[in-house]
């Protein structure tokens, strides 16, 4: 019942929204789509205060049988969980976040968010892994829409990269979910984790699974759609996409590779790290070059991922736990990230090159500690929820491999080094630019509120990071493979 309610309130805000008679520049169906999205969020904190902490079975399940033969499971356990609330509270942000820039199809533009959001959930609450394939790919559409029409000027390329890459990966899924299906007779999670493969059989369906993966964390080579559709979407967009989307490899990792192929990615840990570990460093030297903010934090969310990739496939509880902690960590800071470049300094500037920046924090000192703080999330400063998660997720690379590790932990140095010169060119750098200082306010209700929800988000549960720990523990512990 509950389950049903995350999934059908927003296709209820879908129908009322397109039903709806748009007048007052369309103010009417922004509420709506606003208050759906929000009541979605009061029911997932109500689910959550109903969730049993001290088990690691699936709860609140909800089995569907009728649906052309096929059984349809929804359920949550200790890690989805966890990726249902970072999207509820994510959707109204990225909501918000377009407020006023969305001036044309503002209808069009609510719908696809708002169906993005019910896709999204799906995907986190299935027990099936046919039903999330469908669910995963199914996210690809609204992307393409929202990219394609809401774009800046290289929209229609970037939204073709996004569709091509991502759907080109998930034929090496879909080819392993039905071998899985055929060898097994089963796709529902539960079963499969029962199950035990053949160690031949693993490694086929590993190197499938994993190339899909790959490519939506993204890892080297694999990252070109990612760059391009951040710098062309919109903000909401980039918010969903850094805050929501790239979770999806991550919760994948945790569904489909280590409890059903737990051999397989122990004896591959080597090669992952080595591609982990190179993206690390790829991606940090483009983002010290790299002028545009908006592209800066994108490298910078492909570096970020690669370390809670590491985390994910270390087989320890810490660079477990630390993996899904960075990864809700990189969901609040990247998402403030994006607010603050694509949002409040583009709306007010209309550009986003660092050449253009200088002394902001003269002129809004509001904005410039909340960037601080989100700055610091970012390079994993203590009391933030990054440190927590970097910390946890390159621990467990150390204690497996202790070379690749120190590599790794140059993702710390380079983060500070990036990021520190992004916050002091804008903010500071001498007196402010002659080029952009007319007109700029700092920032206003609506602004300081999306903010400041972020930045409590990421200094509560830092300082007190109990709060997901004691759930995940009882999760974690079945990932754990004994060689």
Not at 115 to 135: G, H, K, N
Not at 447 to 455: D, G, K, N, R
Request: proline content about 2%; hydrophobic content about 55%; glycine content about 6%.
């Amino acid at each position: 019942m509950y389950l049903s309610g995350l999934i059908f309130l927003p296709i209820v805000g879908t129908i009322l929204v397109s039903s709806a008679n748009s007048y007052k520049k369309d103010l009417t169906v922004k509420y709506i789509a606003l208050f759906t999205s929000v009541l979605t969020l009061v029911l997932s904190l109500f689910i959550l205060g109903l969730f049993h902490h001290s088990t690691n079975q699936l709860q609140f399940v909800q089995e569907h049988y009728n649906i052309q033969h096929y059984n349809v499971y929804l359920s949550l356990d200790g890690i989805s969980i966890y990726f249902v609330l970072l999207t509820t509270i994510i959707m109204p942000i990225a909501l918000l976040s377009n407020w006023n820039s969305i001036k044309e199809n503002v209808k069009s533009y609510l719908i696809i968010m708002l169906l993005l959001e019910t896709l999204l959930l799906i995907v986190f609450m299935a027990s099936d892994i046919l039903l999330f394939y469908i669910f995963f790919e199914s996210i690809l559409p609204p992307l393409f829409l929202l990219i394609g029409i809401f774009g800046s000027d290289n929209k229609v390329n970037a939204s073709y990269y996004l569709f091509l890459y991502t759907l080109w990966g998930s034929l090496f899924l879909l080819l392993s979910i039905l071998s899985t299906s055929s060898i097994m007779g089963s796709t529902d999670f539960d079963t499969l984790f029962q199950l035990n493969f053949e160690y031949k059989t693993q490694i086929f369906l590993f190197i499938g699974i994993f190339i899909a993966f790959a490519v939506k964390t993204p890892t080297i080579f694999l990252n070109n759609w990612l760059l391009k559709a951040h710098v062309e979407s919109p903000l909401g967009g980039s918010i969903v996409l850094a805050g929501i989307v790239l979770k999806l490899s991550l919760y994948g990792i945790f569904r489909l590779i280590l409890p059903i192929l737990p051999k397989a990615s122990l004896d591959y840990t080597f090669i992952i790290y080595t591609i982990a570990v190179i993206t690390i460093i790829y991606a940090s030297i483009s983002t010290i070059r790299t002028t545009d903010v908006k592209e800066l934090i994108a490298y910078s969310s492909v570096c970020h991922a690669s370390v809670y990739l590491i985390g994910a496939f270390s087989n320890t509880i810490q660079g477990l736990e630390g993996s899904i902690i960075l990864g809700l960590a990189h969901g609040f800071v990247s998402s403030g990230l994006f607010i603050c470049a694509g949002g409040i300094l583009y709306d007010r500037t209309s550009t986003r090159l660092l050449y253009y920046y200088r002394g902001v924090a003269q002129l809004m000192p509001i904005f410039a500690i909340l960037f601080f703080i989100l700055a610091l999330g970012n390079c994993a400063a203590p009391l933030t929820l990054n440190f927590i998660g970097e910390f946890m997720s390159l621990y467990g690379i150390i204690e497996r491999l202790p070379i690749l590790g120190i590599f790794a932990c140059s993702s710390i140095v380079f983060s500070a080094a990036y990021t520190i010169y992004m916050f002091n060119r804008i903010s500071f750098g001498g007196s402010f630019s002659k080029i952009i200082h007319i007109g700029l306010f700092d920032v206003n209700k609506r602004e300081f509120t999306l903010l400041i929800i972020l930045v409590l988000f990421t200094v509560i549960l830092g300082i007190y990071p109990s709060f997901i720990l004691n759930l995940l523990d009882y999760s974690m512990n079945s990932l754990i493979y004994a060689a």
